[in-house]
């Protein structure tokens, strides 16, 4: 008598594991990079540190794969397809931490949130199994966007130069700063009086470095390239495209002079990640809480893939399997924060990969998470990918993150505005409450210091009124079917 597998757990020859497990990373790759580059260079951190960051990340996405798909104990693990991935939704909060601390402490505020939230998420992983009702599609949708929204601005200034910093609108006269360099040193002799605290130069020459020609080309012709492989390419080589499109970018930028590689020929070959290589954790209790209600957006987007994912697979989903799979988002969060990387989540790409090939072997993403742990002990993949000229991966960028607000608006197009058109006003309330800290950023100048890492995320802001909005209109009728759908819906993280 023998017992039939179930194709979740069906165990494939070794070669065809690999294979399946190399596309699936292929599919996530240029995203999981993406955020340790955007946080790295928000925190001005060094091309060496940046690169341990890429490093660590890609260490911590197998790692946690690894937990999520195989298991570990009862606890942790929904054992189905699943590869982890950091989330965009961590990257505005995270981002506006580094422009007020840049550096290494701005980094030890991040990690600090980042654990405190992972312990949280871990504690409340079940009680968030039971919240799926206070996010149907308006609500979730409706943040999905705002997150797409506020990370096109990373995209764009990829491509023509940061708003602040070397590549600037504008930069100081070089007289008026040897006049202040000058009236420091009078000052210090005692010559003149004291100068006053922190006093600059306002930038009011034209940077010439700012939105080149040759950078807008090469990011035009990345989009290019993305677009014609999405187009008529077919199968596999149409999921990567973003990736090929970054790979061709960065050949072109090699042949121009613009992409060198002396920092990838510095770089080990091999090298272990290390729990706190870069920075120290440190606890603030309102970055953390931040944090915490970041990873619950998260979470309940969790819920929608799992429920998804299990409809796709023909996995009956209870709520033991859901709230251990919640809570390894939790763990995996928790961990990131320990080896300096990030919030973790399952990529939503990789589950709509599931359904396009049809292969629903978990263990198919277990191989995917031994290759990822691989990428991270590999020093100078993550040194050739951090040696990627901005402006390359503006083009890319630009696709990514717009793919992720359109997500976000194919989710609103399934929601019923006829017969309840008091949806019509929890999108738009909610994401013009989004895009206060985006076009007004110095709103919140007169409120308490405090509360400023709280509100200055257009991300947490949507969340919030969105989720009110939703109920003052709605209450909180469950509608697990109509999360299942919008998860489907969802091909872009």
């Keep these: 008598m023998t017992t039939s597998v179930h194709p979740v757990d069906e165990r494939l020859p070794a070669g065809k594991l690999t294979a399946l497990g190399l596309q699936h990373v292929l599919v996530m790759y240029a995203g999981a990079v993406a955020v340790p580059l955007i946080v790295g260079r928000a925190l001005k951190l060094s091309p060496e540190q940046v690169a341990m960051l890429i490093s660590a990340d890609l260490f911590c996405c197998g790692l946690v794969t690894l937990i999520q798909s195989l298991g570990a104990t009862q606890w942790f693990g929904i054992k189905l397809p699943v590869m982890m991935g950091v989330t965009f939704a961590s990257v505005a909060p995270m981002v506006a931490m580094a422009n007020s601390n840049p550096s290494v402490e701005g980094a030890g505020l991040i990690f600090g949130s980042i654990i405190g939230a992972g312990v949280v998420s871990i504690l409340i992983a079940p009680i968030v199994s039971r919240m799926l009702r206070f996010f ?49 040193q009078a000052s210090a002799s005692g010559a003149v009086p004291p100068l006053p605290q922190n006093l600059n130069i306002v930038g009011t020459v034209p940077n010439p470095k700012y939105a080149q020609l040759p950078h807008i080309g090469i990011a035009a012709i990345v ?56 920075a120290a954790p440190v606890f603030d209790p309102i970055l953390i809480l931040t944090m915490s209600l970041v990873m619950v957006v998260v979470m309940i987007e969790s819920t929608g893939m799992f429920l998804a994912l299990g409809d796709l697979t023909g996995k009956k989903i209870d709520q033991k399997m859901l709230t251990a799979g919640l809570r390894t988002d939790g763990l995996g969060t928790l961990i990131g924060g320990i080896f300096n990387t990030f919030p973790y989540t399952s990529f939503s790409q990789n589950v709509g990969l599931v359904g396009v090939t049809g292969v629903k072997s978990r263990f198919v993403c277990v191989a995917g998470g031994v290759i990822l742990i691989v990428l991270g002990l590999l020093p100078k993949m993550a040194a050739l990918v951090e040696s990627l000229p901005t ?42 409450v989004g895009m206060i800290p985006l076009i007004a950023p110095n709103f919140k100048q007169w409120m308490p210091h405090a509360i400023h890492p709280l509100i200055e995320s257009g991300i947490l802001l949507a969340s919030i009124s969105a989720v009110a909005l939703n109920l003052y209109f709605n209450g909180g009728r469950s509608d697990a079917s109509a999360a299942i759908e919008a998860a489907k819906h969802a091909d872009a993280h």
Excluded at 160 to 175: C, D, K, L, R
Aim: proline letters at 5%; charged letters at 10%; aromatic letters at 10%.
């Design 136 to 184: 149907p599609p308006v609500v979730t949708g409706t943040i999905i966007a705002v997150i797409g929204i506020s990370l096109m601005r990373v995209g764009i200034n990829w491509i023509f130069g940061n708003p602040f910093g070397p590549t600037a609108p504008s930069i100081p006269s070089p007289e008026h700063l040897a006049w202040l360099e000058a009236a420091k």
């Design 223 to 278: 989009l290019a390239a993305i677009l014609l492989i999405a187009k008529y390419a077919r199968g596999f080589v149409a999921n990567i495209s973003v990736l090929l499109g970054i790979v061709i970018g960065g050949v072109i930028a090699t042949a121009a002079g613009l992409m060198t590689f002396e920092k990838v020929a510095k770089a080990h070959w091999f090298d272990i990640v290390l729990p706190f290589e870069i």
């Design 391 to 432: 402006f390359v991966l503006g083009g890319a960028g630009l696709v990514m993150f717009g793919m992720v607000a359109a997500t976000g608006i194919r989710i609103l197009a399934s929601v019923d505005y006829k017969s309840n058109r008091n949806n019509l006003f929890i999108v738009a309330i909610s994401i013009g």
